[in-house]
T-cell receptor
Framework: GAVVSQHPSRVICKSGTSVKIECRSLDFQATTMFWYRQFPKKSLMLMATSNEGSKATYEQGVEKDKFLINHASLTLSTLTVTSAHPEDSSFYIC??????????????FGEGSRLTVL | AQKVTQAQTEISVVEKEDVTLDCVYETRDTTYYLFWYKQPPSGELVFLIRRNSFDEQNEISGRYSWNFQKSTSSFNFTITASQVVDSAVYFCALSDVTGTASKLTFGTGTRLQVTL
């Protein structure tokens, strides 16, 4: 089946540094990818929609300059947490939709990336 | 605005018991999709089912079954003869099918603990 891979799965960084998380669709093309954030024992909150070849669409309350999203190809989207602070520590999950899939069809999720900012 | 409510925060059952996880949703769309995902301790989200708003047939897949009731805006999930491996957080989600977007609105999840 379709696979979405995220890297790294875990990252620990110092406050003030930037961290990049990659999301790849391994066996299908994804014009649209979604980035979610999950706090401990909480639900997943959509952060932004990543569109191949164009700017990402951010949800209300998400800082664009803080969470930089680049969707440079049909199989790769990256999320960069700039100048990370401890409050950015969270579990980040991406998802991708097969371009041949139905609107609202099955979304494939990555394994998630746990960010810890010291 | 879309909303998904999973009123059960945590459920604990003994192995082999049946358990039902509730999901109630709100949407103004006439066309929408409902999903269930499983999140084991490792963190990844495992797709379980997708149901579109025009298909109210109940579905059974092995020990899993789903009951979609449009009249009550509910999409409940039942695990029959639960097993320890079923222990996880289960999320119900609703999709937005506006344009080409298909982002999901998730419920807060139900943590299922199955013990021996």
């Amino acid at each position: 089946g379709a696979v979405v891979s995220q890297h790294p799965s875990r990252v620990i960084c110092k406050s003030g540094t930037s961290v990049k998380i990659e999301c790849r669709s391994l066996d299908f093309q994804a014009t649209t990818m979604f980035w979610y954030r999950q706090f401990p024992k909480k639900s997943l909150m959509l952060m932004a929609t990543s569109n191949e070849g164009s700017k990402a669409t951010y949800e209300q309350g998400v800082e664009k300059d803080k969470f930089l999203i680049n969707h440079a190809s049909l199989t790769l989207s990256t999320l960069t947490v700039t100048s990370a602070h401890p409050e950015d520590s969270s579990f980040y999950i991406c998802s991708a939709r097969d371009v041949t899939g139905l609107a609202g069809g099955e979304l494939f999720f990555g394994e998630g990336s746990r960010l810890t900012v010291l | 605005a879309q909303k998904v409510t999973q009123a059960q925060t945590e459920i604990s059952v003994v192995e082999k018991e049946d358990v039902t996880l509730d999901c109630v949703y709100e949407t103004r769309d006439t066309t929408y999709y409902l999903f269930w995902y499983k999140q084991p301790p490792s963190g990844e989200l495992v797709f379980l089912i997708r149901r579109n708003s025009f298909d109210e047939q109940n579905e059974i897949s092995g020990r899993y079954s789903w009951n979609f009731q449009k009249s009550t805006s509910s999409f409940n999930f039942t695990i029959t003869a639960s097993q320890v491996v079923d222990s996880a957080v289960y999320f119900c989600a609703l999709s937005d099918v506006t344009g080409t977007a298909s982002k999901l609105t998730f419920g807060t999840g139900t943590r299922l603990q199955v013990t021996l």
